[in-house]
Structures are given as C-alpha cells and as structure tokens.
C-alpha cells in the first residue's frame, strides 16, 4: 500500500486549487497603482553600426513619460557574466561589454536599443514606432564555421576571430587519449549537430519595477527561477543597489525550462526606470518578442570518436565542439558547453580515457545558455548516438554493448577520467528494468505487425546520467563559477501550531509546496496542512540559490532537512526541561517527546507553545522561539541515471516518423513524491521528443530569425506524442545528502533525444535503407531526403 | 469608445472599450479576471481559451465588441457553486494534470467543450482535439488520464 502522506506518498498537489480556478498570481497578473507601460525598440537586422537614435518626435507623442537609450547606461554596468572559463592556453575566456541597451553597434535581431515609458502600452508601441534609427548594416556571422574561419565579420572587438573560449578537458589526458586511438581495434567517427531550440515556457517573461522613493527601496517583479540570484547580480554588477534596498519577487510563475534564471536587460530596465522615473513601470513580453529576447538552448557541432577493442569494449573517447554563445554571454552560457559537458562524456560507463575540445564562438544571433538538461543532454546525445554506430559497425546487440562497458554496481564510488566521482548507481539494473518494462521480448513481433501495416519499425535505447543537484561551491568556484551553489531554508514554528517553511528554492511548475511539507509533515509527524512553504520573494526568506539543474530537493532539500533537525534538536531541550529529564534521554516520533522507559510525554505544540510562552523554559541556557535557519553545501553532485527506449514507426514514402512507444526506466534516488516525479519525468521526454523530431531554432544568411513564432517553431502538441511508460523503482539512494535524493527534472529531456534518433535509425536499416545517421529534427523532409540519398 | 455589456460566468457586465481591445484584455483588463492567460500573440497556444455561447474561443483572436451580448464562460466560472472544484478541474488535480499552471486554464476550457460535443472522447480525440493548446510541462500524458478521467466521472454520474 502507497503511504498517504509524507515521504514517498503520492500527495496531491495544494497548489492545483488556484491554479485550477484561475486565482493564481503570475507577474502579468500583478498591477501596481499608478504603473506606466514598457515597450523595447529592438533592432531588426542582426549586426550594424547604430549611427543615431533619435527620440525627438517620439517623446512629444501622446502618453509619452520617458524614452530610455544606451547613453542612459553609459556609466553603469552592463549584464554581468557569472561564470568564467580558461581556454588551454591558460587565458580567460574573451568576455566582452554586455550593455542593457545597444550602444554604437547591434548584435542580434531583438538587440534592444530603445525603452518607451507611457501611459499605455499602445502608446509606447506608438512611440517606438517613431523612434528614428540610423543603423548601417554589417554582414552578419551566423555559422559557426564561417564565424571562425578568419573570414567572418567580427561580432566583438575583444574576442579576435569570434573565438570566446579553446577549451580542452582534462588536457592532462589528451597525448594518452591520442595514442589510444592509435592502436585501437576499431574507431567509430560521427559528426553531429545538436539543434537549437527555444525554450518556450508558456508564460512569457514580464518584469514590473516599482520604487518607494522615502525608503529609497526598489522592487522588481519578474518571472524567474531564481530572485536572490537576480538580486545579487542586478543590485551589486549592474544598478549598484545594495541587497537591503532591493527586494525581487518571483511569485508564480509559467514555467522556466532554464530560461527564466539569467538575468536579462529587461529586468535592470525597469528597476532603473521606475527609480529614475519614481514610479512603477511594467513590461509584458509576448510571444514574437520572447523568441528574439529569451536566451535560447543547445546549438552545438560535434565530432565525436570513440575506440574500442575487439570486444567491444571502449578504451577512449575524442571530442571537438564547437559551442554557440550567441552575441553577448548570457549569465551561465560559458559553464554549459564546458563543466556541464565535458564532465558528464563518461557516461555510464568505463571508457579510461576521454578528452574534448570545445570552442566557444560569438555569432550575431540571440544569447544561447542552459535549457533543460544544458550541457549533459549534448553529451549523452553524442556518446549514445555514437556507441550505436559502433554496435552496428561491429555487430554488437546495442544493449550488449553498453552493458559490456557499464560501470559495475560494486565499483562505487567510481572516480570518471573526466573529474567527477559517481557516489552510487546501478546502470544493469536500470537496463534489466527496461528491457522488462518495455517488453524487448515483443518487438519483433510488433516489428512484424508494422511491416504489415507499410511501417518500419524501430527500436532505440539509451543509457544517461546526469550531475545535478548543482553542487560543493568550493569545487564549482575552481571551476570558474562566480557564485557559491548552496542553498539556504529557514523553518519557523508558530506558537500556536502549524510551521512556515522559507526556501531558497523556486517552484515554477514543480510543486514544491506539496513534496517540501511531506518531508517536514515526516520528519515532525505533523499534517501537511500544517506546513505552509514560502518562495520566491528575497524579501521573505534566507538568501537562497533557486532552482534549476534539478537540484531543488538534493541542495534545497537538504537545507531543509538541516533547518528541521535543528528545530527537533531545540525543541527535545525544551521538552526536557518540561519532562524534567535529562534530554539525552528524550526521544521524539510521531510528534511526541517522550522520556525512555517512563510514561512521561509531551507533544511537539505544547513545546512549541511554550517555546514563545516561556514561563517554565530553561531560559539560563535556551534562547525562547522556534525558528532555524540552514545553509546546505552539498560535498558532490548526484547523479541520476537510467535507461530509456523508443519505437517508432516510420513510413518510407513520406518520411513521417510517429513515436510508437516510449518507457523510462531512472533511479533517482528516494522519492518524495511519485506521482510528481512521474510528471517531471513526463515532461522531459515531451520535450526531448520534440528536440528530435520537430523544434528547430533557425537563422538565416542574414541572421533574422526564420523561426521565431509558434506558426514556424513547431512545439510538440498533444497529438506528437504518445503515453510514456515510466519507472523509478530502481533506487540507489545518493550516499551524500540526507534524503538520499537524486533529482528527476531533467532526465527525460537528456535521455530521449538520442533514443529517438537511434529508434529513426534502426527503423531505416531494418528497411534496408543504409542510414548511419540524421541530424535532429528528424522531420518528413530529412527523413524522407536520407531514405533517397541512400538509395 | 463604444460599450460592450455580456454575461461573464453567470454576471452582467459592461465596460467602455477601445474597438480593437480584445475579448482576453476586456476580461483581464477590465474585469479583472486574471485566470485567462495570454501565452502566444499568433492564436496557437489556446492558454486564452474561454467559452462563448457555448463554443470554446480563443480570446486574444477575438474583440470584446465581437462579444456583445454574449454568454461567457471563464475558468473562474467551472468551480462547483459551494466553491468546490468542478469535475473536470479535480480530474485535473487528481491526476496531475498541471505543473506550472500557466496553460491549465486553457486545457480545462477545452476539456469542458469536448465533453460537451462528446462525452465519451477516445484517446485519440481527446488529443486531436487538444491540438490548439500548447503545454510545455506535461508532455500532455496527464492532461489526457485527466480528461479521460473527468469524462468517466461525469458518464457515472449521469
């Protein structure tokens, strides 16, 4: 029987009621008294001298408070970088000036140039409308080739040949890796394209800066995954407003995917108007502007080399990357291509020797940062597309192979040749689940049955992991990382029942204030109605990391658990001291303190009573209250894994592939809540389905934006997609933080790209088509393309 | 500006707008009934989805002067009227049919119209007829256990 509340029971979300009667409160939502409307002029070619902005005629228009341009952030920061890497040969990363508003030149379609404060939206359109532009067009460099072939235009004067970063890891490695493919039995080779995509959380980003000019206190509203963060990085690089006059609010908000947790221009924007101006302003984004102002995801060229013996066994792995950053460096693009990659091409498995490349290059399109998985979705794509490769080059069942080169269940904790050490895992077990739930056993026959219907039918399996719970400070601060990734919680015990829990962690979809409370509800023994979760507001809890690399239950999780000991280790002091026993004695389950082998006992409300009414309380050695705070630093990633397998069909004639069935089989970890893991991992896949079958962010020569509506971005809808099987009974609890959890929120979208594409493939050659390989989106036209050219 | 009155879930209402405001910034702007999302600016995503005169519409592709003299139906009109959640909306609940909420709208007021037309709606159709609503979170496979549930509770209570 599933528990019905706490840890491990399916508790039914609290957060559904208002969301399911229309009461939520989403930024767009929220309207200040007195608020003037925001519209941003942004370019439209994708590079150019930006000669002259004149706003004359614009700000005489009707309802017109103020037009802002880049000279008004002259002598202010521009958007700051939060992650710096070192190229091989030592140098930092070329870091160039990321303004809040273009100055002299434009880099990107959407760039913006110009904000229009006015009493109405309408009006502010007007307004940017009549702004006058001087913009003498440059070629513009949208290939990353061409970006760096010494021939392109250049995006920034400080980054010579477009060239951010020559990265190469673990370059302690690389003669050994070299000489291994020397010698090898036999080396598989494939160049690949990881497509990019535009993260599209359904509710566009709005900023709404408000100013109490007697306090001199500034508040932002904004859709983000992280408000401390944008805090931090607006207040101190940007704006310079100390932390205690600057309050940001994140209340709910549509979902991020990555996107929401940089800080963007929009958002210093507005707080710099509505304090310049002394009165609130607000910006809604829609959707065509989201497309040209959110930073988008992936977008990355591989080769990737893999050698192997001749058993099959994996003996070194070459990589070379070339990584898109876009036109400026969004907030933590420098990290994805880099830690988030290179450190995860291990994989399940025990390959000796692995050694990547990676350059980072600017080209005059839209700033490319973390989008769900950000980094290891690249890494596995490339290692499970290319281990398929090599099972079929050398006659290996593609399940055979992986489980020839996986990392054996007794050999943890398992130190990669690429810095992270595994802490547990079981990549067998996942396997053997797999082939159970998706019932390998049967597919020849539902191969047979497709044949019948004029179907190829296919099979594609992957093994991922992941690192998340986005981790030690001290080790991503040598890393590059200008930030510290704890996460901080404070839990306050009311004196008359009930517990408010403040996290540093963000719920933007994933339904924290349900799986926070069971652990709490759990570890106090009290209902999970008597917990109340408190988020998204700097100016309401403990500074605090936020969410996003699935890390909100391993770091914000254990936080919380650190809050809650520590109120259960205060409290059995005071219920010591009401018992008259010494507290070593006092042992608390259920909600009860009770003194060992006596009939003695309190209950935690009266301890808590009496922690704020304390007339009989130790106060010589006990402060009074009921409230701690914890900061959690966890000492390592975790790391998630698991196998996935897709079918597909694939019909010859038109090159339409439909996803047939889809099953996930993950450890990871404990569980707080199934039925939301379930959804989290639901998620994912759709996403990654949709990265390998239909979304496709493209530029033309030009650099416009080809793609940059839901009538060219094809979003997966209902009937892409299929149900998915989904499992998590295999559990290897992480052995280093206290809930034994893993995370689950990215999984779905690392494990399933390369699953449908090895599934497309396999269809092909069962149909005797001679295909190795299809860059993604396999759509009707490449499908149908590579079915021709290999004929 | 000329003035448009309609019945929005069950009230009289009427406002003075501008013609080209639309029928999504009538119910946001003006009555504040802020459960109707806009999520796109091209008619696809179908967050905007109200009932008009018995017939799902997508709220930001229409005028509020178009909705003159309207019977309107919005999500904040498909709770039970103890306050309690409506059928569809607990199927939702019940079978986490949402995560970030942003789309939900939307998708329940799509359900409510398919149920309508078809009470009994295979899978299928249920997703056939999802196609102008876009959620990103789901993966839709709780938003059809949803409907497909909300569907069985109201056939058993007939």
């Given at each position: 029987m599933p528990k019905d509340s706490g840890i491990g029971a399916p508790s039914k979300r609290r957060e559904d009621v208002r969301f399911l009667t229309g009461a939520g409160n989403y930024t767009d939502d929220i309207n200040v008294a007195g608020q003037k409307y925001v519209v941003f002029l942004r370019s439209s070619v994708a590079h150019g001298n930006l000669n002259k902005v004149d706003t004359a005629a614009a700000a005489a228009m009707p309802g017109v408070v103020h037009i802002f341009t880049g000279d008004d952030f002259a002598e202010i920061g521009g958007l700051p970088c939060g992650w710096q890497i070192h190229s091989r040969d030592g140098e930092p990363m070329a870091e160039p000036p990321h303004p809040v508003l273009a100055r002299g030149k434009v880099r990107h379609v959407g760039d913006p140039i110009a904000a229009v404060v006015a009493d109405s939206v309408e009006q502010a359109r007007d307004a940017a409308e009549a702004i006058e532009l001087d913009i003498e067009e440059l070629p513009a460099v949208v290939d990353m080739t061409d970006a760096i072939s010494g021939n392109a235009a250049q995006v920034?004067?400080?980054?010579?040949?477009?060239?951010?970063?020559?990265?190469?890891?673990?370059?302690?490695?690389?003669?050994?890796?070299?000489?291994?493919?020397?010698?090898?039995?036999?080396?598989?080779?494939?160049?690949?394209?990881n497509n990019r995509l535009v993260a599209n959380p359904m509710e566009p980003r709005v900023c709404i800066g408000d100013f109490n000019a007697p306090s001199g206190e500034s508040t932002l509203y904004t859709t983000s995954q992280n408000p401390h963060v944008i805090r931090l990085l607006m207040g101190a690089f940007v704006l310079g407003i100390p932390e205690h006059k600057l309050r940001v609010i994140a209340p709910d908000v549509g979902g991020g995917f990555g996107a929401k947790i940089y800080?963007?221009?929009?958002?210093?924007?507005?707080?710099?108007?509505?304090?310049?101006?002394?009165?609130?302003?607000?910006?809604?984004?829609?959707?065509?502007?989201?497309?040209?102002?959110?930073?988008?995801?992936?977008?990355?060229?591989?080769?990737?080399?893999?050698a192997l013996d001749a058993d099959g066994k994996f003996l070194a792995i070459r990589t070379e990357?070339?990584?898109?950053?876009?036109?400026?460096?969004?907030?933590?693009?420098?990290?994805?291509?880099?830690?988030?990659?290179?450190?995860?091409?291990?994989?399940?498995?025990?390959?000796?020797?692995i050694y990547c490349n990676v350059k980072a290059v600017f080209t005059n399109t839209l700033p490319v940062d973390a989008y769900r998985g950000a980094g290891r979705p690249e890494a596995t794509y490339q290692l499970e597309r290319v281990i398929d490769v090599a099972a079929r080059e050398m006659g290996i069942d593609p399940v055979e192979i992986r489980r020839r080169n996986f990392i054996p269940a007794d050999a943890y904790p398992y130190q990669t040749p690429v810095a992270v050490a595994y802490d547990t895992g079981d990549y067998h077990g996942t396997m053997d689940k797999l082939v159970e739930v998706a019932d390998f056993a049967g597919f020849s026959a539902r191969r047979e049955a497709s044949k019948a219907k004029g179907k190829l039918r296919g099979l594609g399996i992957c093994s991922y992991i992941e690192a998340c719970g986005i981790a030690p400070s001290a080790l991503v601060g040598q890393l590059g990382a200008r930030a510290g990734l704890f996460e901080s919680c404070t839990v306050r015990v009311n004196a008359a029942g009930g517990v408010v829990v403040m996290t540093g962690s963000?719920?933007?979809?994933?339904?924290?204030?349900?799986?926070?409370?069971q652990v709490v509800s759990e570890m106090l023994g009290m209902p999970e109605e008597m917990i109340e979760i408190v988020h998204g507001d700097t100016g309401r809890g403990p500074m605090g990391m936020g969410t996003y690399g699935s890390r909100s239950i391993a770091v914000g999780g254990a936080a919380m658990v650190r809050a809650t000991e520590k109120i259960i280790a205060k409290a059995t002091r005071i219920a010591a001291h009401l018992m008259e026993a010494s507290h070593e004695d006092v042992e608390f389950k259920d909600g009860m303190f009770s003194v060992a082998g006596t009939d003695k006992q309190v209950d935690f409300g009266s301890v808590a009573l009496s922690a704020y009414v304390p007339h009989n309380y130790p106060l010589e050695t006990l402060e009074p209250g009921l409230e701690e705070t914890a900061f959690y630093d966890p000492s390592n990633f975790t790391y998630p894994a698991g196998a996935y397998a897709c079918e597909v069909e694939v019909d010859e004639d038109t090159g339409v592939v439909e996803i047939a069935s889809f099953a996930a089989a993950d450890d990871f970890g404990n569980i707080i809540n199934p039925m939301i893991v379930d959804g989290q991992v639901h998620g994912g896949i759709g996403q990654g389905i949709g990265q390998a079958l239909l979304e496709n962010c493209v530029y033309d020569e030009s650099g416009q934006l080809a793609s940059g509506?839901?009538?060219?971005?094809?979003?997966?809808?209902?009937?892409?997609?299929?149900?998915?099987?989904?499992?998590?009974?295999?559990?290897?609890?992480c052995t280093h933080n206290p809930l034994g959890v893993k995370g689950c929120g990215e999984a779905g979208a690392i494990g399933s790209p390369p699953a449908v594409i090895n599934a497309v493939v396999d269809a092909l050659q069962s149909g005797g088509h001679n295909v190795t390989h299809l860059d993604m989106p396999a759509s009707p036209d490449r499908v149908w393309a590579a079915i021709q050219a290999a004929k | 500006m000329p003035t448009v009155s309609m019945t929005v879930n069950g009230k009289s209402v009427s406002g003075e707008v501008e013609g080209r405001t639309l029928l999504v910034q009538f119910l946001r702007d003006h009555l504040s009934l802020t459960?109707?999302?806009?999520?796109?600016?091209?008619?696809?995503?179908?967050?905007?989805?109200?009932?008009?005169?018995g017939d799902s519409m997508k709220s930001c592709n229409m005028l509020a002067a178009s909705a003159d003299g309207a019977e309107v139906k919005t999500i904040e009109g498909m709770a039970n009227d103890d306050g309690s959640l409506g059928v569809i909306q607990q199927a939702f609940q019940d079978n986490h049919g949402l995560q970030c909420g942003f789309?939900?709208?939307?998708?329940?007021?799509?359900?409510?119209?398919?149920?309508?037309?078809?009470?009994?709606?295979?899978?299928?159709?249920?997703?056939?007829?999802?196609?102008?609503?876009?959620?990103?979170?789901?993966?839709?496979?709780?938003?059809v256990k949803s409907i497909q549930a909300a569907s069985a509770a109201m056939t058993a209570g007939e």
């Open positions: 920034h004067e400080e980054a010579p040949n477009n060239l951010c970063y020559d990265w190469g890891f673990v370059e302690e490695n690389r003669d050994a890796t070299m000489e291994a493919f020397e010698g090898a039995h036999h080396v598989t080779t494939l160049e690949l394209i800080h963007y221009a929009e958002e210093a924007l507005c707080t710099f108007a509505a304090k310049t101006l002394k009165m609130p302003v607000k910006w809604t984004c829609d959707r065509s502007e989201a497309f040209i102002s959110d930073a988008q995801g992936r977008d990355h060229k591989t080769k990737i080399e893999l990357t070339l990584a898109n950053m876009g036109a400026y460096l969004s907030t933590f693009a420098p990290a994805v291509p880099t830690w988030l990659h290179g450190t995860l091409m291990a994989g399940t498995y025990t390959t000796p020797l963000h719920s933007h979809g994933q339904g924290h204030e349900t799986t926070f409370p509506s839901f009538m060219d971005y094809a979003m997966p809808r209902a009937d892409d997609l299929p149900m998915y099987t989904v499992d998590h009974s295999s559990i290897t609890p | 459960g109707t999302h806009v999520g796109c600016d091209t008619g696809q995503c179908g967050a905007c989805v109200v009932n008009v005169n789309c939900t709208p939307g998708m329940v007021m799509t359900a409510d119209d398919l149920l309508a037309r078809n009470p009994n709606p295979s899978e299928v159709e249920i997703r056939e007829y999802l196609e102008g609503n876009l959620c990103r979170c789901t993966g839709y496979h709780n938003i």
